[in-house]
């Protein structure tokens, strides 16, 4: 069987765009273990605000520490704009739960090991792995199943994506998103 160049061009672009979610698109629902190892279900949020959903690599590690910080200082900001923040890791709720004490994280961090959710948005997904981290003077050792690429989406009230950065500036993430949130109004 010969294909013609607009036919394998077409086959290109058909494989590259599966799971790819893109500004303007509809997220399905989706839920997860949150770090008190309760599930945390996306429809209990869109139809009543804005959520904020940010992937990152792996809890307690430094850019991702620096990134999540950030949100948290910025938290009143974010839900006097009506949105709710959501940081999801290939990490096990255990870790997340110690990301959240140690760094005093005050909202959601959902785990996704499996990379499950990464793969509706289109994140890309690498092995998983194990560090040891000390917290208040003791020595944990955290395992992800997945790691996860750092993207970030912000999903109007309705569902559909208004935001993504595949190129995330860790630092700056909650600032650049703020902006965009704000030259929308």
């Not at 938290?75 to 959501?86: A, M, N, S």
């Not at 194990?130 to 003077?137: D, H, K, Y």
Request: aromatic fraction near 10%; charged fraction near 20%.
């Amino acid at each position: 069987m010969k294909f013609h160049s607009i036919q394998i061009l077409f086959l290109f672009l058909a494989k590259s765009t599966i799971g790819e979610i893109v500004v303007n698109d509809q997220v399905p629902n989706f839920q997860a273990i949150n770090s008190e190892g309760k599930t945390w279900n996306s429809q209990k949020v869109l139809g009543q605000k804005k959520l904020l959903l940010y992937f990152y690599p792996a809890a307690m590690t430094g850019g991702c520490t620096k990134q999540a910080c950030a949100y948290r200082n910025d938290l009143e900001k974010w839900k006097d704009l009506g949105v709710e923040i959501v940081g999801i890791s290939g990490d096990q709720p255990s870790n997340l739960s110690l990301f959240k004490k140690s760094e005093k994280i005050n909202f959601t961090l959902l785990s996704d090991p499996t990379g499950k959710i990464a793969k509706i948005f289109g994140v890309p997904i690498g092995k998983g792995g194990m560090i040891e981290r000390f917290s208040q003077g003791d020595k944990y050792t955290l395992e992800r199943g997945v790691t996860l690429k750092r993207w970030t989406f912000l999903i109007s009230q309705t569902g559909k994506i208004l935001y993504k950065n595949n190129q995330v500036n860790a630092v700056k993430d909650s600032e650049n998103v703020m902006k965009f949130l704000k030259s929308q109004n």
